[in-house]
């Protein structure tokens, strides 16, 4: 059986079997109950590798398989010598899913491979290291192999699945599983929600010795197994709290032939808010296959994401920012980003989003959709004026602003001097920005 590991700060699975519909661009929504979620917005989003997320958990005994790490074919080929396993498997290591099925520009399809030949380990290791892959998730282009990971391959005889996670609802972390595991866990809770089961964790306590082992039976482990996986749950537990995670999610959680008990694929979801005391996780992250306009946002603290219209959009918070976006569709238009300023602003920030909005050459027109509640308008206003003087802004600018110092931000853009287009409302703005278009 192919096992794969897919650690990232992509949503949860189980987030997916409440929030369908419901997902934004900035949010990640965490898996309570049958019709309940709870949303947290992130700063940034942590980006590690497969094998770092394994070593994190490996460094707190959660049981997992052997592996090596190489960035080059002869390391490879002695990894798979070293690990003198009955079966191996090599993984290429980007940040992008679906890379089974992927392609490499060397011509080598899949990047992840199957084999009980140590000495063939090398050959395909050398196809992909130094070469592009291309997935379902990657730019057209591709992403450039840096590192492989040379692991165990190993049987599953059942699989289930098991997370925790952070309930707003409960004021702290709550242990999910299902005996149903290896499988989509939305699927299980639509069908058969029976077999969901919930252990709400008191944050003072931990996790209990009757709450791990009440966990374990409802997965279905029996006899000794059934310690071995509240020994693992507990384990578990300790990293979320180690790590400072929102989220650790296990799927499978899974025993083999051999009577083990072994987490054979899982998601870990940091708070970010924890960077500082965090810094050695945090200094993983793996910036090299974000997107640059990404990347420099998030220096500026900056929520970006490109889009494929041409009238960008540059909002206080990610509520705001998708209903922006609706609204310019729902007039015709499409917007070229979401761009989310957030709170606490100041002025380079605002001259930044500009610099980082007109970049984009397919960018046609710029709406500005402010709501002031701890964001000073005044501020955005100067931020404004000050962008559209150094920049020498080319593309009509939409601005609708309300809140706090809404009036000395208005006299501010209408003594500028600058072609500045004032709205009303949100609908009005947006309308204005898909006319600025046709019109040019």
Sequence with gaps: MVLLFRFNMAASMASQAVTRGLRGASAKYLFLDKLKCARLSSRRWLNLQEYQSKKLMQESGVTVQRFYVADNAPDALQAAKRL???????????????????????????????TKDPSVVGELANKMLGYSLTTKQTPKEGVKVKTVMVAEALDI??????????????????????????????????????????????IFEGVRDDQALRMAANLGFKGPLERQAADQIKRLYDLFLKVDATQVEVNPLGETPEGQVVCFDAKINFDDNAEFRQKAVFAMDDMSESDPTET???????????????????????????????????????????????????????????KLLTADPKVEAILVNIFGGIVNCAIIANGITKACRELELKVPLVVRLEGTNVQEAKRILSESGLPIVAANDLDDAAKKAVAAIAKK
């Design 296 to 354: 420099e946002a998030a220096k500026w603290d900056l929520k970006y994401i490109g889009l494929d219209g041409n009238i960008a959009c540059f909002v206080n918070g990610a509520g705001l920012a998708m209903a922006t976006c609706d609204i310019i569709d729902l007039h015709g238009g499409k917007p070229a980003n979401f761009l989310d300023l957030g709170g606490g602003v100041k002025e380079k920030q605002v001259y930044e989003a500009f």
């Design 157 to 202: 005889t059942r699989e289930t699945y098991f997370a925790i996670l952070m309930d707003r609802a409960c004021n702290g972390p709550v242990m999910v599983g299902s005996p149903q595991g290896g499988m989509d866990i939305e699927e299980v809770a639509d069908k058969t929600p029976e077999l969901i089961f919930k252990e709400v964790i008191d």
């Design 84 to 114: 003198n396993a009955k079966e191996i498997v090599l993984k290429a290591q980007i940040l992008a899913g679906g890379r089974g099925k992927g392609v490499f520009n060397s011509g080598l399809k899949g990047g992840v491979h199957l």
